[in-house]
């Protein structure tokens, strides 16, 4: 893999510091980043200052990365949740705004401040990766496969040009 060629940016992250257990951005770094040859200034994590700063922030670092096109990820990875949501898009939580990069206050799931971006962001990506594992979550992915309309978040992440594709290790 072409390190130099790659970026990396954070569809959620936890509105903790990046060297906080729950960061995102933390576990990325020791369990991958800091493993490979990838220049840092292609590392981009979120901002944390304050939630909407932040997402303001965030998105607009995409919108410079794409400029002058608009913004299209060659591949989402993402996983899915025992509720069914994905990133930091949860059950329920239908409105995240018009953006690309949304705040989440009172996640259901702590911590409660959160980055996400959002469903107009995740698809419109060239690919998108679901890597999804536990018992508990074969009948949310049962659901998301028979049902078009579904309320998860993790089935509302849909490609205009090809299927979404999910690696699955349902057993346990």
């Given at each position: 893999?072409d390190?130099?060629?790659?970026?990396?940016?954070?569809?959620d992250?936890?509105?903790?510091?990046?060297?906080h257990?729950?960061s995102n951005y933390?576990?990325?770094?020791?369990?991958?980043l800091?493993?490979?040859?990838?220049?840092?200034q292609n590392v981009?994590p979120?901002?944390?200052?304050t939630?909407?700063?932040?997402?303001?922030?965030?998105?607009?670092?995409?919108?410079?990365?794409?400029a002058p096109?608009?913004?299209?990820?060659?591949?989402?990875?993402?996983g899915?949740?025992?509720?069914?949501?994905?990133?930091?898009?949860f059950p329920?939580?239908?409105?995240?705004g018009?953006?690309?990069?949304?705040?989440?206050?009172?996640?259901?799931?702590?911590?409660?401040?959160?980055?996400t971006?959002?469903?107009?962001?995740?698809?419109?990506a060239?690919h998108?990766?679901f890597l999804v594992?536990?018992a508990?979550?074969?009948a949310?992915?049962e659901?998301?496969a028979?049902?078009a309309?579904?309320?998860?978040?993790?089935?509302k992440?849909?490609?205009?040009?090809?299927p979404?594709?999910w690696?699955?290790h349902?057993s346990?």
């Open positions: 893999m390190w130099g060629r790659t970026h990396v940016f954070f569809a992250e936890r509105f903790v510091p990046h060297d257990a729950d933390r576990l990325a770094e020791e369990t991958l800091s493993h490979v040859p990838i220049p840092a981009h979120t901002p944390i200052t939630p909407e700063a932040s997402a303001e922030a965030y998105e607009r670092s995409v919108l410079d990365f794409f096109q608009p913004p299209r990820f060659d591949l989402v990875t993402l899915m949740g025992p509720d069914g949501h994905t990133a930091s898009l329920g939580m239908d409105d995240v018009g953006g690309l990069v949304a705040a989440v206050h009172n996640s259901p799931k702590p911590p409660p401040l959160r980055l971006m959002t469903y107009r962001l995740l698809n419109e060239r998108v990766l594992s536990g508990d979550k074969a949310l992915l659901q998301i028979a049902n309309d579904t309320p998860l978040p993790a089935g992440v849909v490609l205009s040009e090809r979404v594709v690696l699955a349902l346990g």
